[in-house]
């Protein structure tokens, strides 16, 4: 019992390689890998790890037009984490909220109502990803639960081209 109430409490620490791996809170910072069943986002219609989904309406302020969000949602699946020497980690969201079907953001959209917009922000499959939760360890299987997911953008490029120039541009 005490061993498990002092690897909780043991401070967060940044992983990026299977060596530094360890059970307790940590952070993973690899590649977003494949997941079993991708989502397909509503307003776009793109396969991704994740998204933030957001409708917000114009309001009048004293200063001015401002948005203001109506309604968000923030909805993950499984991933699987590549670190940077390969190992891969299971991340699982701690809580889960329902997708939104393309079918939900027709009706959103059919509804009309004036000084409404949406938003979408998305994790895409194979961006750099930084994901933050507790991991677990089952045999020599590793497990991250999430609560957070965050984007780093595309991975870092594998290959460089070297001895490629580009031609200069003459200035009129």
Request: aromatic share 4%; hydrophobic share 35%.
């Amino acid at each position: 019992m005490l061993s498990k109430l002092t690897r909780y409490l043991k401070p967060e620490i940044s992983i990026e390689t299977g060596a530094e791996l360890r059970e307790g809170p940590a952070k993973l910072t690899g590649v977003g890998a494949r997941t079993v069943d991708p989502l397909t986002s509503p307003f776009r219609g793109k396969k991704c790890l994740a998204y933030v989904y957001r409708v917000l309406r114009v309001v009048q302020t004293r200063g001015g037009s401002m948005p203001s969000v109506v309604r968000e949602r923030v909805v993950h699946v499984p991933i699987e984490v590549e670190l940077s020497d390969g190992t891969k980690v299971l991340a699982k969201p701690k809580k889960a909220d329902p997708a939104i079907s393309p079918e939900e953001h027709r009706e959103m959209i059919s509804a009309g109502e004036e000084g409404v917009y949406f938003d979408e922000s998305l994790v895409d499959v194979g961006s750099r990803v930084c994901v933050t939760g507790m991991v677990s360890r089952k045999g020599d299987d590793w497990t991250l639960t999430f609560a957070t997911l965050e984007n780093l953008g595309a991975p870092p490029a594998t290959t460089k081209r070297e001895g490629v120039r580009g031609r200069k541009r003459r200035r009129p």
